[in-house]
């Protein structure tokens, strides 16, 4: 059961909106920082790399053993800490509605959320659901950097824009930084966790009053 509840959580049709949102790709678009396949690529590779192999991925980890093993309290602290590294409204946003959005579907297959938290943070929702069908906490983790860069690269496609070949390029490619993160969040501690992202920040701040815009981050 494991394969396919794994491959059901990395499928783009998880009913969790991640469509609608980029991260903060589209005002580094308009900035024009991405512009063609290789600064989509360049953009995207660091993100996994340098961002979410820093912390998201790591904190997905803790989340993920925390409910394995039954200790809630640790479960809760990572959910608050996840929610309080969010730098703009945005992204914010962008974690609660998407960690709603799963609660809210495991609960529809019938697991109901277990932590007693008023917001959930998209890394917790996921990390959680995984668990519940218990799935390989290294194998989870690789379908969660999947998925989010699956996101950035079809945001891209629809953006830059880039053509269906161009994105599966860029997925290709990328495989080496998702196998990279998962390795790098596997080996630090607590005290080497880093959410320290200021370009990131600003775009995504600036994302806020962009001119136009497809998407909602």
């Known amino acids: 059961m494991s394969l396919a509840a794994l491959l059901q959580l990395a499928s783009p049709t ?83 509605q998407m960690g709603y959005s799963l609660a809210q579907l495991m609960r529809t297959l019938g697991h109901a959320f277990p932590l007693d938290v008023e917001t959930i943070a998209y890394p917790t929702a996921h990390a959680w659901a995984c668990s519940c069908w218990q799935i390989d906490e290294h194998q989870g983790l690789v379908a969660y950097l999947y998925g989010w860069a699956e996101n950035q690269v079809m945001a891209a496609l629809k953006t830059v824009p880039l053509g269906q070949s161009a994105g599966q390029r860029l997925l290709l490619a990328l495989r080496t930084s998702i196998d990279a993160s998962a390795k790098t969040a596997s080996s630090l501690s607590d005290t080497d966790l880093s959410t320290q992202t200021p370009m990131l920040a600003i775009l995504s701040s600036l994302h806020e009053t962009q001119y136009s815009r497809l998407f909602r981050s």
Do not use: C, K, M
């Open 14 to 96: 998880l009913p969790v909106g991640a469509y609608s949102y980029s991260q903060g790709l589209e005002s580094a678009i308009d900035a024009g920082h991405v512009r063609d396949e290789a600064t989509a690529l360049r953009w995207i590779a660091d993100a996994l790399e340098l961002v979410l192999a820093r912390y998201e991925a790591p904190v997905w980890l803790r989340l993920h053993r925390a409910f394995a093993s039954g200790t809630s309290d640790n479960a809760i602290e990572w959910n608050e800490d996840v929610l309080a590294t969010r730098e703009t409204q945005e992204l914010r946003a962008e974690s609660v």
